[in-house]
């Protein structure tokens, strides 16, 4: 099955954010290929939530999952620490007060 890359995939959620107002920013540029993408959903309160992409062998399904989260500077531990670990890795950061990430529509 063909894979969409993780700058078109990046780009494409960017836009679609966009459409619904909310701001969104590349914090970490990662591979343009196969990049796995961390997206950082930071509410403004000082509390934030990191999501990953999670992958079923079993099924085959993909989802987004939470790494962490919690007050807003642990959360960017967190994520420093797995940049760390994946240089190739893009980091996402959605600014919503009402929590919206829009990872949870079809699609994504």
Do not use: C
Not at 31 to 49: C, E, I, S
Request: aromatic share 10%.
């Amino acid at each position: 099955m063909a894979r969409l890359t993780a700058d078109f995939w990046v780009h494409a959620y960017l836009a679609r954010l966009r459409l619904m107002n909310i701001p969104a920013y590349v914090m970490s540029h990662g591979d343009d290929t196969a990049g796995a993408v961390l997206v950082k959903l930071n509410t403004l309160d000082g509390q934030a939530v990191a999501y990953h992409r999670e992958y079923d062998l079993m099924s085959g399904a993909r989802s987004w999952a939470v790494l962490t989260s919690g007050p807003e500077f642990e959360v960017d531990a967190a994520i420093t620490r797995q940049r760390g670990f994946d240089p190739d890795l893009w980091v996402i950061e959605v600014e919503d007060r009402e929590g919206r990430h829009l990872l949870d529509q079809d699609g994504l």
